[in-house]
């Protein structure tokens, strides 16, 4: 049985910090392609960053230079690092696995407001 689980999600001010984790069972975690994904309420989901099993990643024009991607395949977990964050930020954060299959985690609730 395939799970993501993220965590790392909550509250912070404007120009705060957070690292999101999300930690994987159940696949072949080091050959898969992950991804962090964000849905804001009215909106529709959107790539965040993605990082290849060789460690190549991409980032949404949005977040570019201020959130990082990163991968610990003995841990099964991929990381993103959120800096310098905006209000228009605010979003649930989705965890993604594919290689062929796709995967999700449940979400974490991630809110920038003063």
């Known amino acids: 049985q395939v799970q993501l689980v993220e965590s790392g999600g909550g509250l912070v001010q404007p120009g705060g910090s957070l690292r999101l984790s999300c930690a994987a069972s159940g696949i072949i975690f080091s050959i898969y392609s992950m991804g962090w994904y964000r849905q804001a309420p009215g909106k529709e989901r959107e790539l965040v960053a993605t990082?290849?099993?060789?460690?190549?990643?991409n980032y949404a024009d949005s977040v570019k230079g201020r959130f990082t991607i990163s991968r610990d395949n003995a841990k099964n977990t991929v990381y993103l690092q959120m800096n310098s964050l905006k209000p228009e930020d605010t979003a649930v954060y989705y965890c993604?696995?594919?290689?062929?299959?796709?995967?999700w985690g449940q979400g974490t609730q991630v809110t920038v407001s003063s």
């Open positions: 993604n696995a594919f290689f062929g299959a796709v995967y």
């Open positions: 990082i290849t099993s060789g460690g190549s990643t």
